[in-house]
């Protein structure tokens, strides 16, 4: 049979220029088909937790990468900490940790010479087992305990108590600042390690407009008296 063909149009009339471009165009699709396929069985198989490759932990996270030492205790913190000398005395350790020269939360341990009745939003409950703390866990916001008391307009700070531990409430206060203290009522801790006695007291504040109590939990948590 034989195809006679008026003006470059074939007797099916598509003209033959049109075959190549779907031809093409075909092509194209399937190809496109195969990358996307290929794609989601990536995805798919990355998802799975099959060969994934391990990502580096934030420094802001807690991990116990470094020890703290001083004559009186130890504690564990992740890389972002560091101790603040020109702000400490025999008395009172000072660590701040910071990302990027930004500070982001404020860790004071104080020993044997505790704050007199320090502003907190909030409180720590801890108690005494040998050389360490048994840590609770953070508490509300302190005016979460004052509704009944809190008089509109009258900032000033209220005495409160959160876990029978007697506190002064900064109730207007947007800072995160938590101290421990013990279910007794107080906020003195007393520690024993090589046959000695001192107190302890940790006062914490997180800078973060969404703060991580969890890094002070931590850091309570592998704090040991020496």
């Known amino acids: 049979m034989s195809y006679k063909y008026r003006n470059g149009i074939p007797r099916d009339g598509v003209p033959k220029r049109y075959k190549l471009f779907l031809i093409l165009l075909s092509f194209v699709f399937m190809l496109v088909l195969a990358i996307s396929l290929i794609f989601l069985w990536y995805v798919s198989r990355d998802q799975s937790g099959v060969s994934q490759p391990i990502t580096e932990v ?9 020890k703290f030492e001083t004559d009186y205790f130890t504690f564990e913190a992740d890389k972002s900490w560091s ?4 702000e400490s005395t ?9 990302v990027k020269d930004i500070v982001r939360r404020d860790l004071r341990v104080y020993v044997n010479s505790l704050p007199s009745n320090p502003l907190l939003t909030r409180v720590l409950t801890v108690e005494e087992a040998g050389d360490r703390f048994e840590t609770g866990q953070v508490s509300e916001h302190c005016k979460e305990y ?3 008391r809190i008089v509109p307009g009258n ?12 506190i002064k409430c900064q109730i207007d206060g947007t800072s ?3 101290g421990t203290g013990k279910k007794s009522g107080s906020y003195q801790t007393t520690l024993r390690a090589n046959n000695r006695f ?9 800078l973060e407009y969404e703060p991580k109590f969890h890094n002070f939990v931590n850091i309570a948590r592998s704090f ?3």
């Open 58 to 66: 934030k420094t802001d996270s807690y991990r116990p990468l470094q």
């Open 83 to 86: 101790f603040v000398e020109k």
């Open 90 to 98: 025999d008395s009172l350790f000072v660590y701040r940790s910071s």
């Open 146 to 148: 004052l509704k009944n």
């Open 155 to 166: 900032n000033n700070p209220i005495q409160a108590i959160i876990e029978s531990v007697d």
């Open 176 to 178: 995160n600042t938590v």
């Open 198 to 206: 001192n107190k302890y007291y940790l006062l914490y504040n997180d």
């Open 224 to 226: 040991r008296a020496k």
